[in-house]
């Protein structure tokens, strides 16, 4: 009877109408948070938008630097809008239960903006190093076409990890619980659901977490090692601190685009974190970067800020024109 009912149950293929997120429990004050996240969400397109027109209109940033740059804003903006917005939707109205194709596009769409933000930084750090290691020939090297080719192979990389990753949750059956433990539609969290084999997908999500936090920080690593090494060739300490300070603005984002997910994983498999904090750290995580990335461009680099000024200051000097 028992091999019977196993058989029925192994050929029995439940694909679920719709999941329910169940977020934060018995959190206190969790609208405020909500609201605090709907800050984060403006602000963060406001400094995106800001920082994406501003390249895009000042000729003299069309360089592949700042093509990069570019790449980094466009994705944080469509990392945050691709997360906030629907979180809000989902726990301010309490709208908590969404369909199953929804659910899958929402996992897609966050995990490929982060993974875009991560190997960004990865193409930055490129930048810097042959900036600084290679300067004669950082010209002819770091070309236009070159840093294209880059961000064009990064999308098309991410792209054919991210999809097999969720076309695999199609494959689960789901005829357990349909309550997700989190705040959205979260990969582990999901394929955990499922009542037949999910070995498969517990690899992907090893090779995901590999593939898009461990190797390109490993590789930022060693970029900043080499450039460590060339540095210390200087032999005058102001130039060493000259060149270093060309690195400050991406060795800043990498801290706060990395050190946080390091930090909410490590925290998560050695200690029994309490659901409530998880979320919180993993949503901070999320959504932060996005938000300071454009912010730290804007002040510590002086490209930026003068293109910024400059209409600011056109009509004072026409003002001051007329008077005289």
Known sequence: MKVRAAIILNATFVRPAKFYLNG??????????????CFVYIMTVLGNGLLLTVIYLVEALHTPKYM????????????STALIPKLLETFLFNKRYIVYEACLSYMFFVLFFASMQSW????????RFIAICFPLRYHSI?????????LLFSWVFIVSIIAP??????????????VIQTFFCDHSPVYRLACNDTSINNIMAYVAFLTFICIPFVLIGLTYMCISIALSRI?????????????????ILVAIFYLPLFGTNIATVTTNLQPNVRMINSSLTHTIPALLNPIIYSLKTEEVLSSIKKPLSCPVRVHQSTGT
Do not use: W
């Open 165 to 178: 990753i969720i076309k695999l949750i199609d494959r689960l059956s789901f005829c357990r619980s349909l």
């Open 68 to 79: 990069l740059v570019f790449n980094l804003a466009f994705a944080d903006l469509c990392g």
């Open 120 to 127: 960004t930084l990865v193409t930055m750090a490129y930048d």
């Open 235 to 251: 032999a005058s300490g102001q130039e060493r601190l000259k060149a270093f300070k060309t690195c400050s603005s991406h060795l």
């Open 142 to 150: 770091v070309t236009k076409p070159a840093i294209g080719l880059m």
């Open 24 to 37: 934060f429990a018995n959190m206190p004050h969790e609208k405020y948070y909500y609201v605090f996240l």
